[in-house]
């Protein structure tokens, strides 16, 4: 995992199918969230949905991936503040694990 000292891997069980290397932190980790007092998340995302979902307010490129270090497919997504952010969060984790799946190719309609 790369993140600060209490966040949660996410990782993509052994024996599941892959997705491609760009939907992948490090190792099988296709995201991760921060401790509590931050609540944000990293993640990877399809490549096509990133602008929409930064454009939408929901997130941010990667540090990382902003220095070019990392894929464009990594972005920061805010910590939810009520019900309905969880909900999307969780929608957009789902993204996430689905990219890390390989179960998505082109991502051109993502509905949040």
Known sequence: MISVPGAEALCLEHGRGCGCREAFMVGREFAHVHP??????????PEDAVPKIIDLGWAEPHPM?????IPPTAVMVYA?????????VLGLLGL?????????????????
């Open 36 to 45: 509590p007092q931050d609540g944000s998340l990293h993640m990877m995302l």
């Open 96 to 112: 996430s694990y689905d990219f890390a799946s390989g179960r998505l190719g082109r991502v051109d309609n993502v509905v949040l």
């Open 80 to 88: 939810p503040r009520n019900a309905a952010e969880i909900e999307t």
């Open 65 to 69: 991936a902003a220095a070019g270090m």
